[in-house]
């Protein structure tokens, strides 16, 4: 039995799958009705997101600082492009190797830390509590020497944050462990007990994006066109219109994404599939 803070007493009952397709189904449903009901873990995946958008900023801006600072300052691409090149050779690559891992590093643990802190809250309301903004921030702080060992295993790998969002930050919401690879073991086995729902889900919500991003594009399409014609007020007016609309779908779709990796997890570890419609008053 995995015990932490996290795990709810009392929590509503749960309902027993009775076939692979119709529990994913039934877990696709629950998880578009949570992300739907519950503003505060909206709000929760908004602030990640931006504050991803935020870290990539620093990132890219980081780019054009880091020749200045070593005395070649690149004033277009092809002189960025020259600068980073030279860095190919073995002596130089030496010398930027480790600034890229720590950076790499940094961007790893910060997105697992704002992983955990939606996943934290998001077993909670599966659970039938009410999502809270600033617990899951003091939950992904509890566990960040965690976060880091994960993180640490993880940053040499370009897809670790797939990794991360599948199998083991759910993990980490009720696991304190900080060896990584017991993380990725027990997540593992976890996984293996719900390979089946899991590979359904995945094509489940691979579906329900396509629709999502093929509304989002298709609306910028025709927020494009009608600006184009319009006066420059107009035409930022409905650009902005047309960013908000695009980052309240991408918010959303990370959350449902979420919502249903937590969902199987708790199906994993509990033996039993969760089910917030039992009790949807308690949903914020």
Same mark, same amino acid.
């Given at each position: 039995m995995i015990t932490s803070d996290t795990m709810i007493a009392g929590a509503p009952a749960s309902v027993k799958s009775d076939s692979s397709i119709a529990s994913v189904r039934r877990m696709l449903k629950n998880s578009l009705l949570i992300s739907i009901r519950d503003s505060v873990l909206l709000k929760l995946a908004t602030v990640d997101l931006l504050l991803v958008v935020f870290y990539i900023g620093i990132f890219l801006c980081g780019l054009f600082v880091f020749p200045a600072l070593m005395g +070649?300052?690149?004033?277009?691409?092809?002189? /960025? &492009?020259?600068?980073? &090149?030279?860095?190919?050779?073995?002596?130089? /690559?030496?010398?930027?190797?480790?600034? $890229? #891992?720590?950076?790499?590093?940094?961007?790893? @643990?910060?997105? %697992?830390? /704002?992983? @955990?802190?939606?996943? =934290?809250?998001?077993?909670?309301?599966?659970?039938?509590?009410?999502?809270?903004?600033?617990?899951?921030?003091?939950?992904?702080? =509890?566990?960040?020497? =965690?976060?880091?060992?994960?993180s640490l295993l993880v940053t040499p790998i %370009?897809?670790?944050?797939?990794?991360?969002?599948c199998i083991v930050i759910p993990v980490l919401t009720r696991d304190r462990t900080v060896n990584p690879f017991k993380m990725l073991w027990r997540s593992v086995l976890l996984l293996l007990k719900i390979w089946k729902e899991f590979l359904l889900g995945i094509i489940g919500m691979l579906v329900i994006l396509y629709w999502v991003f093929c509304l989002v594009f298709g609306s910028g399409a025709i927020f494009t066109a009608i600006s184009s014609q319009c006066p420059p007020l107009v035409a930022w007016f409905l650009l902005s219109a047309a960013i908000s609309f =695009?980052?309240? $779908? @991408?918010?959303?779709?990370? #959350?449902?994404? &979420?919502?249903? /990796?937590?969902? +199987?997890?708790?199906?994993?570890?509990e033996g039993v599939e969760p089910s917030p419609e039992s009790n949807p008053a308690e949903l914020a």
């Open positions: +070649q300052p690149c004033h277009t691409e092809e002189e /960025l &492009n020259a600068f980073y &090149n030279q860095y190919r050779e073995p002596v130089k /690559l030496a010398v930027l190797l480790p600034i $890229a #891992l720590t950076i790499q590093f940094l961007g790893t @643990l910060f997105t %697992n830390f /704002l992983l @955990l802190t939606v996943d =934290s809250e998001i077993i909670r309301v599966w659970n039938g509590q009410k999502a809270d903004f600033k617990r899951g921030w003091r939950t992904a702080a =509890s566990h960040f020497w =965690s976060l880091v060992t994960w %370009n897809i670790a944050w797939i990794a991360s969002m =695009s980052m309240v $779908a @991408l918010c959303f779709c990370y #959350l449902f994404c &979420n919502c249903y /990796l937590c969902g +199987q997890y708790i199906k994993a570890s």
